[in-house]
């Protein structure tokens, strides 16, 4: 199974960006946490980021046929594209959102995110924690998508009987 993380604008400044909203860690420090969990976990994981939005289209894009699961986090483009929440529709993957800060808590701008609509689920508020929580609820839709698929196996073959 594999998981592709896609990050947005200005999160390759964590560390150094709005540490008393964002926190000290660094991408690459949550990327190499979430990789030694992926191993640990026998899950393959691929890291993108870009501060462009057709970029972030296109990461998504690839996705499709080539992994089982998206965990994003859009930043701002979260409250303004469509582009980005057609993306997800389109390829149709179980998709997670995540949000370092806790964006409810936030301008009235951050309330409203395009893209959580048709997402799996949202995190949002635990900080890089968020990603570590993301990969640990993306394993429970694997593990639940594997049960279906069994059980219709099971269906399939006593319906031959
Ligand atoms: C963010 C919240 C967004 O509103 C903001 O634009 C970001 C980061 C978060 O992770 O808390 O860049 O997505």
Redesign the pocket.
């Known amino acids: 199974m594999k998981i592709v993380v896609i990050q ?4 390759n400044m964590l560390g150094v960006r709005e540490t008393n909203i ?1 926190g000290p860690m660094k991408l690459e420090q949550i990327h190499a946490q979430m990789k030694d969990f992926a191993a640990q976990n026998g899950i393959e994981v691929e890291f993108r980021q870009s501060n462009l939005e057709g970029e972030l289209v296109d990461a998504i894009q690839e996705c499709y046929g080539e992994a089982h699961g998206i965990i994003i ?4 483009y ?2 303004t594209s469509i582009a980005i929440r057609d993306a997800i529709s389109a390829v149709g993957l179980p998709t997670i959102e ?4 806790n ?1 409810a808590r ?1 301008e009235e701008f ?1 309330q409203k995110s395009m893209i959580a609509p048709v997402c799996t689920s949202s995190i949002i508020g635990f900080g890089p924690f968020g990603y570590h929580m993301a990969m640990i609820g993306m394993l429970q839709v694997f593990n639940e998508m594997k049960a279906q698929q069994e059980m219709q196996k099971q269906a399939q073959a006593a319906a031959v009987k």
């Open positions: 947005g604008p200005n999160l964002y986090n859009p930043a701002a979260t409250h995540v949000h370092i800060s964006v936030r951050r």
